[in-house]
């Protein structure tokens, strides 16, 4: 199936761990996004890769850290895990970097910090 | 800014009932529009686009309607289902913007 995977669907860990989440599109996109969304279903953008160079970096804390080894891979690793990094996070990808034709969604990570 | 405002909900219909959900939009440029569903456990699915004005985008019996004068692109079916219960999106792009802003949501419950 051509799709946008990550992994793990839910993460539950506690304050102070570091963890990764991984992301994977098989679309022959060039362009992939982090976003994450709080309780309310608000969607905020934190990072955008183009051909594995950073675009986006949103005001995000520098405990968050991108990597995209290749155009079909972005993972996000989280340092120091504090209570309110709990949220779904969604890797995206598109072709072009203005995703005229729309982004494709994972179905997204459920982290929970205890 | 660039940006998406859409009605607060969350909207509870009856199946069979009529549709709208508003949104208007800021944009510097020309953006293209869409709408995106996420169902529950899921991710966002693209819904419909519109990428001038006047476009109509439709898909799943849903429409939106590019208008550049009232800067909207509200979204409108004729007959909900209970498998349209979800939340919904309006998301812009503009060129020079290197991501998709979106707005803030609106939950959909159609009730049998």
């Known amino acids: 199936d051509t799709a946008v995977s990550q992994t793990p669907k839910y993460l539950v860990t506690q304050m102070g761990n570091d963890k990764s989440i991984k992301c994977e599109q098989n679309l022959g996109h060039d362009t992939m996004y982090w976003y994450k969304q709080d309780s309310k279903k608000f969607l905020k953008i934190m990072f955008s890769?183009?051909?594995?160079?950073?675009?986006i970096n949103e005001t995000v804390p520098n405990r968050f850290s991108p990597k995209s080894p290749d155009k079909a891979h972005l993972n996000l690793h989280i340092n120091s895990l504090e209570l309110g990094d709990s949220a779904v996070y969604f890797c995206?990808?598109?072709?072009?970097?203005?995703?005229?034709?729309?982004?494709?969604f994972g179905s997204g990570t459920r982290l929970t910090v205890v | 800014g660039d940006s998406v405002t859409q009605m607060e909900g969350p909207v509870t219909l009856s199946e069979e009932a009529f549709l709208t959900i508003n949104c208007t939009y800021t944009?510097?440029?020309?953006?293209?529009l869409f709408w995106y569903v996420q169902y529950p456990g899921e991710g966002l699915q693209l819904l419909l686009k519109?990428?001038?004005?006047?476009d109509k985008g439709s898909n799943k019996g849903f429409e939106a309607t590019y208008r550049k004068e009232t800067t909207s692109f509200h979204l409108e079916k004729g007959s909900v289902q209970v498998s349209d219960s979800a939340v919904y999106f309006c998301a812009l792009s503009v060129t020079g913007a290197n991501n998709l802003f979106f707005g803030t949501g609106t939950r959909l419950t159609v009730i049998p």
């Open positions: 519109a990428t001038k004005a006047d």
């Open positions: 944009a510097t440029g020309y953006p293209s």
């Open positions: 995206a990808s598109s072709q072009g970097l203005r995703g005229g034709d729309g982004y494709t």
């Open positions: 890769y183009n051909n594995k160079e950073l675009i």
